[in-house]
């Protein structure tokens, strides 16, 4: 599989290699976001996701980083819809390549005892605003496959 890479690399900047997992989950035709606020001043608006904790799959990682940044419990299917590189710099200006896995997720329950971050706030949107207000291109390209296979 051909795996797009987004984001432009800044002259100077190493960025290793992160890999990260991501979930697109709908409800009642709304699709679940996260406003980050940043440390700098403004927000950011991101699929709910992150980086894998050694010995997790991707799938684990959805999961676990969903309930995290949402307080949603989530199940997620077996196997990516979507993979997707992006040149990344955080907040605390780390630089990486997150190597994106993206998952088609189902709404278990919430459980606010889940929520530990407390930059990111759940925002639910339609598809179309979703994809006017993510920030990162692969999460665009990403929520735009799911929306390909007829998931809206």
Request: aromatic content about 8%; charged content about 30%; proline content about 5%.
């Amino acid at each position: 599989m051909n795996v797009p890479q987004f984001g432009q690399r800044e002259p100077g900047r190493s960025y290793p290699d992160r890999p990260a997992a991501f979930a697109v989950v709908a409800r009642e035709g709304r699709i679940a976001l996260v406003r980050v606020s940043l440390k700098t001043g403004g927000v950011r608006i991101d699929l709910p996701g992150g980086g894998l904790e050694p010995g997790e799959s991707a799938n684990q990682a959805a999961v676990r980083e969903y309930g995290e940044e949402t307080g949603l419990v989530i199940d997620v299917e077996a196997e990516p819809f979507a993979l997707a590189d992006h040149y990344f710099i955080n907040d605390s200006d780390e630089s990486h390549n997150t190597r994106g896995r993206f998952f088609a997720g189902t709404l278990l329950r919430a459980d606010a005892g889940r929520k530990i971050e407390h930059d990111h706030a759940l925002v639910w949107r339609t598809p179309h605003e979703a994809l006017l207000e993510l920030d990162r291109d692969s999460h665009v390209w990403a929520l735009a496959c799911w929306l390909r296979r007829g998931r809206a």
